[in-house]
């Protein structure tokens, strides 16, 4: 069947459901319905473990405009159970582009929805908070997809960092895309990077300020992790609910009573604080995106983070 001739539906569990075109996969994916609010960097959100479990919506009215290419993955395949956007394009407009993104949404077997009115979508997930929803190409009765989104799994309470940590630990010493090539510095410090989740970029980056990195999988105790000698211990991004992976907490708690520096990022940051005494709850709606606004207390001076 040609493009946009494939009907697909967004169901929510408060009862919404909208009709569009679908632009990937056929099935069903179930998952917590968020928005993403950068404007570019569609692909590194698609591989991104941390949206393991959730569809992603991007607020950006055109999706897919520059195509897509291996250099902007973050992970091996994407990670996020499905996708939505207002439009769809076809064409893929960038010299870098190795293929569109629809073929990368089906290829990868990531059910996706295009055409639902993205806006609306959003001030309802402003106002009700983030909720569970499922992407479906079926073609099922309006009130049968609202039931089985009241049926399937919310994110609370689940581990799903299990489901996204490597195997088995490696190094990594590639640097970034962007790093100028024959000015990487030697190696420095040894840095042991614990997967929850995470993105390359981030591991990219160590390296390009003179980091050996090693991988260890989430499931590492603090006791291992002590034994490689490390400089530092990074504890990475990564997806679900903090409160639901113990045995990080238990390992980040060992790491910071070592006196070695510990750094944290998204989940890695909330298992720190759960290490330290802290406690974690759920916010309404997370702010998923780039480009965020950070006011200095002190100065009153507004920075734009990268």
């Not at 992407?135 to 299990?162: F, I, K, M, N």
């Not at 950070?294 to 990268?306: P, Q, S």
Request: charged share 20%; aromatic share 6%; proline share 5%.
């Amino acid at each position: 069947m040609t493009r946009g001739l494939r009907p697909a539906w967004l169901a929510l569990e408060d009862g919404t459901t909208l009709r569009g075109v679908a632009i990937g996969a056929a099935g069903t994916a179930f998952g917590e319905v968020v928005f993403q609010t950068a404007i570019t960097g569609y692909q590194e959100v698609l591989t991104d473990p941390s949206y393991r479990g959730q569809i992603v919506m991007m607020t950006a009215p055109q999706i897919g405009n520059v195509g897509v290419n291996p250099d902007d993955e973050e992970a091996e395949r994407p990670a996020c159970s499905g996708f939505v956007v207002r439009e769809s394009s076809p064409i893929a407009s960038s010299h870098r582009a190795r293929g569109t993104l629809e073929k990368y949404l089906s290829d990868h077997g990531v059910v996706a929805i295009a055409e639902v009115d993205t806006r609306a979508l959003t001030r309802r997930l402003r106002v009700h908070g983030a909720m569970r929803g499922l992407v479906t190409t079926d073609d099922v009765d309006a009130h049968e997809l609202v039931a089985r989104v009241r049926c399937s799994p919310g994110l609370v309470g689940r581990d799903l960092v299990r489901e996204v940590t490597c195997a088995a630990p490696y190094t990594w010493d590639a640097p970034s895309v962007g790093a100028i090539a024959g000015r990487t510095p030697a190696v420095e410090f040894h840095v042991v990077a614990y997967d929850f989740g995470v993105k390359r970029s981030i591991l990219a980056k160590l390296r390009d300020v003179g980091c050996r990195v090693t991988v260890v999988p989430a499931n590492t105790s603090g006791a291992v992790a002590l034994t490689l000698s490390a400089d530092g211990y990074f504890l990475s991004n990564g997806p679900g609910d903090p409160a639901a992976v113990p045995y990080a907490s238990d390992a980040a708690r060992v790491l910071v009573g070592s006196g070695r520096p510990v750094f944290g990022i998204c989940l890695g940051h909330r298992l720190l604080g759960l290490a330290l005494g802290g406690s974690t709850y759920k916010l309404r709606f997370g702010h998923h995106g780039a480009n965020h606004p950070v006011k200095d207390l002190a100065t009153g001076r507004i920075y734009i983070t990268a």
